[in-house]
């Protein structure tokens, strides 16, 4: 199974989401509203989800140069 993950580079996506929601819950534990008058910051599951979904965002792996590309 792992061969499968590491083929497709499935790991990328995974880490950028364990990431993201541990940087999401971190912002709104350290930063986040306290008062509660911001309703992102003061939820922790709406900054966790903004995490991840960021941390997808960037983990997510890009196009790879075709040989063609590369000798121009």
Request: glycine letters at 18%; charged letters at 15%.
């Amino acid at each position: 199974m792992w061969t499968f993950i590491k083929e497709r580079q499935l790991w990328k996506p995974g880490a950028g989401i364990l990431l993201g929601g541990l940087a999401g819950f971190g912002y709104y534990y350290f930063i986040g509203c306290a008062v509660g008058t911001c309703p992102i910051q003061s939820n922790p599951v709406l900054m966790t989800g903004y995490g991840v979904v960021f941390g997808l965002i960037l983990g997510i792996p890009g196009k790879k140069k075709s040989e063609d590309s590369r000798e121009e």
